[in-house]
């Protein structure tokens, strides 16, 4: 299958002195949902910030390696120059503007788009019928709505843009469980009635390999295990370190690296 984005050996460093990718590769086949999983501080939000073209403002670069949208190159666009090409970002802890009604909100969604009035008009609506909630708090400050509307609101906001494809970073930080999900299935919707293709990146394995058709696991800023969501799912190395179903509770290992099988597949960190 065509990759839509493929990420090529990337190297990212902050500050010029901290290397924090590693030679991270992947891709995101047109119309699919790829998880990134890993603990925290595995690489995750580094990834989709390279992608997004996000990490200078966080005097971060990327130093080696090459990201392609469409077969083209895109790692030197500006953040806006990607979202007019149809990939979008929806950032860590929602960031919606607080001051605004949820509506006005999702309207700054669609200003990069040269539409008419009536048409942004048939756009909302559109998010409406996704995210009902929304539509009953429309007219009501975000910041005095829960972080699961928020977190609606910041994914229908990026619909409003019409892109191919949206970064989603960490869907389900801070919700309740069964926002949680009403999330995710929203977003299982919005994949396949909509075409959109997500790369969310997630602690929540369980969850991310429930809903995604394919995954990389990343440690310490490098793919150490990739494959359908459903082998995952039932690797015994990913039930053990990241879906918390140990097979011996008295064996301890500091990583996934410390596992036979990942040596078996020491061929990614060469």
């Not at 996000?54 to 990607?82: C, H, M, W, Y």
């Not at 909100?105 to 008419?116: D, E, P, Q, V």
């Not at 969501?229 to 179903?245: C, M, W």
Request: contains cysteine; hydrophobic residues 40%; charged residues 30%.
């Amino acid at each position: 299958m065509t990759a839509l984005l493929s990420v090529n050996n990337i190297e990212v460093i902050y500050d010029h002195v901290i290397l924090v990718l590693k030679g991270v590769s992947l891709e995101v086949p047109k119309g699919k949902i790829v998880a990134l999983l890993g603990a925290n501080g595995a690489g995750k939000s580094t990834t989709l910030k390279a992608i997004s073209n996000l990490l200078g403002a966080e005097r971060g670069d990327v130093t080696k390696g090459s990201i392609q949208f469409k077969n083209e190159r895109v790692d030197k666009l500006s953040p806006n120059k990607l979202v007019t090409r149809g990939v979008i970002q929806v950032m860590e802890g929602r960031h919606c503007f607080a001051h605004l009604s949820i509506e006005d909100n999702l309207l700054t969604g669609a200003y990069t788009r040269n539409i008419s009035n009536a048409e942004v008009k048939r756009e909302l609506e559109k998010i409406y019928d996704y995210f009902p909630r929304l539509k009953v708090r429309r007219k009501s400050q975000a910041a005095y709505t829960s972080g699961g509307e928020q977190q609606m609101c910041a994914i229908g906001r990026a619909m409003m843009a019409k892109p191919e494809m949206i970064l989603l970073d960490e869907p389900s930080m801070g919700l309740a469980p069964q926002i949680v999900e009403e999330v995710f299935e929203i977003v299982k919707d919005l994949n396949k009635r909509e075409n959109v293709s997500f790369l969310l990146a997630e602690q929540n394995t369980m969850v991310a390999l429930k809903y995604s058709d394919y995954g990389y696991i990343l440690e310490n800023g490098r793919v150490v295990m990739d494959g359908a969501a459903e082998d995952l799912r039932n690797n015994e190395d990913v039930k053990e370190f990241y879906l918390g179903v140990a097979s011996n509770n008295d064996e301890e290992r500091k990583s996934f690296k410390d596992v036979k099988s990942y040596r078996r597949r020491k061929r990614w960190l060469s």
